[in-house]
């Protein structure tokens, strides 16, 4: 009785939780997973009153084994959205999500778009080789998703060494574009001087 407790009170919280996070995130592919999270506890549950209901038919299984399809199937989505080097969302994401942007473009919604790359990054790979070279994209790639994911932005790996980053501030904000290219500078600065020690 008091595993059933714990377990209900754990799949509670995670369904506010995803319920939470679905209404404050405003990144729609973060918003998809949640989704799939809230969809998953509530056939659980669903179940759950099922087998309560109907006792001698078992069907938690059925239950299990449903989530476990809606789980592989997020797992696979996000595995074709990605790049595999970097984890950032990767060119046919990029291509897909503004494609959806540009339909919610307004003077009052303006979306911003920025292309960046690695400087001298032939060089990286030709002086220092392959591995170094994915290092670089990798540690780059981590920077982009941390400052972009604080302003709720978004980032993917559009080829080779580019990047590409997207911002639509909220509605009414004074926010300046401008935010997200100086804190990537200055962490991919502060990155570099702790390469160098």
């Not at 980053?165 to 570099?192: A, C, F, G, M």
Request: overall charge negative; charged content about 20%; hydrophobic content about 50%.
């Amino acid at each position: 009785l008091l595993m059933m407790g714990s377990a209900s009170l754990y799949l509670l919280a995670v369904a506010v939780i995803s319920v939470i996070n679905f209404f404050t995130v405003r990144n729609k592919v973060f918003r998809r997973s949640n989704v799939a999270l809230f969809v998953s506890v509530m056939i659980i549950i669903a179940f759950v009153f099922l087998d309560d209901l109907l006792p001698k038919v078992s069907i938690l299984p059925v239950a299990v084994f449903a989530v476990i399809i809606v789980i592989f199937i997020n797992m696979q989505m996000s595995n074709i959205n990605s790049d595999a080097l970097t984890g950032l969302f990767n060119r046919r994401m990029a291509d897909d999500f503004l494609q959806k942007q540009f339909a919610d473009i307004s003077e009052h919604a303006p979306l911003y778009l920025y292309m960046c790359d690695i400087n001298s990054f032939k060089s990286i790979n030709d002086q220092y080789g392959h591995m170094e070279g994915d290092l670089a994209l990798q540690l780059c790639g981590n920077v982009l998703r941390q400052v972009t994911l604080a302003h709720e932005g978004f980032a993917a790996r559009f080829g080779g060494d580019e990047f590409l980053l997207s911002w639509q501030p909220e509605e009414n904000s004074l926010s300046d574009p401008e935010i997200l290219v100086q804190e990537i500078d200055q962490k991919l600065t502060e990155l570099s001087r702790q390469k160098n020690k």
